[in-house]
């Protein structure tokens, strides 16, 4: 089936900087792909590119895209390479769509199915007040609600400080994510699980130590209360397969939308009660309305959803569809 292709770059400007290990990050790229069949069979789908975590660059994907000039046939959808996992989601979540016949609508779930991402550094103490002041409003007293913060971004004295002033801001009936990006060394781990262990509100601690010291992850993993997710050790389906195999059965944190085909990845976890959490690489709301669904469908656990990012946005309920023609 032949569908006529076009593809459209975008940008969206961060209010502030997100600043994580990697560096900082002011400006996210990516592609909105749509594909037109009839009136009635419209797809659309979004590459969102994140490289430093594995996937493609920005630069491969427009010239992915540049070379399908303007008519794609649905058989390509299986010749899109393995080193395109974003172009693979991108294009497989537009064929979706297309078939649905549905049109893109921002899934809206109610806040405590989402886990907030807050500043970071000492920029979360403000923040972290006034969000959990209008989430209070808005539930009241009866869901919990989930709260990540960066670490690994500076020293272990400075971030221990904040550390020690969020959890006194933090309301009993929610919970806080440390997301340190593999940027932590052992004995830091080690300081940090030892920490929450004491608090009791640390869901748990995200890619503590590099992917390439699984062993070491595993220990921390069996020595402490406090539970450890794998997210860079898990970037594609590959990845999530080796560990799976290895014998991981803490969380896995899930980045659909730059882990590959969600063909496959549907595929695999089939009879799999893997501890999953799927999160944001700061899609548009195309992008999120596929994770989202994707979500829905594959999600076997409680935790809630990696998406409560759309506040560190200029446009913070995107949606490019009306300016495209």
């Known amino acids: 089936m032949n569908y006529q292709f076009s593809f459209f770059p975008y940008q969206r400007k ?17 592609i909105i792909l749509k594909l037109i069949k009839n009136e009635q069979q419209i797809g659309w789908g979004e590459i969102a590119p994140l490289p430093w975590f594995g996937s493609e660059t920005l630069e491969q994907a427009l010239d992915f895209c540049q070379s399908i000039g303007s008519c794609f046939n649905e058989e390509l959808i299986d010749e899109i390479p393995d080193h395109l996992p974003a172009c693979q989601f991108g294009f497989e979540s537009a064929l979706k769509n297309a078939s649905s016949q549905k049109p893109i609508l921002k899934l809206d779930l109610p806040p405590h199915k989402y886990s907030y991402l807050l500043l970071t550094g000492k920029k979360a103490l403000d923040y972290f007040s006034k969000i959990s002041k209008d989430d209070q409003k808005l539930l009241g007293d009866r869901e919990i609600l989930t709260y990540k913060w960066k670490i690994g971004v500076e020293s272990f004295t400075q971030e221990i400080s904040i550390f020690e002033q969020l959890v006194e801001q933090l309301p009993l009936n929610s919970r806080l994510r440390l997301d340190a990006n593999g940027g932590l060394d052992l004995e830091t781990a080690q300081r940090w699980l030892s920490l929450a262990d ?68 549907e595929n695999w976890f089939q009879n799999k009660a893997i501890d999953a959490v799927f999160s944001s690489v700061f899609e548009t709301s195309i992008g999120q309305q596929a994770v989202l669904t994707l979500a829905q469908e594959l999600n076997n656990c409680d935790r809630a959803l990696g998406f409560g990012v759309n506040q560190w946005f200029e446009d913070a309920d995107p949606n490019f569809l009306h300016l495209i023609p």
């Open 198 to 265: 004491q608090v009791g509100q640390i869901e748990f601690i995200e890619q503590p130590l590099s992917p390439n010291q699984f062993s070491e992850l595993l220990t921390l993993s069996q020595n402490f209360k406090t539970a450890i997710a794998l997210d860079e050790s898990v970037a594609n389906l590959k990845q999530l397969k080796e560990y799976y195999e290895l014998g991981w059965r803490g969380i896995y944190v899930i980045k659909a939308a730059i882990m590959g085909s969600p063909r496959q990845l």
């Open 14 to 30: 961060f209010k502030i900087p997100l600043e994580t290990r990697y560096g900082s990050w002011s400006v996210r790229e990516g």
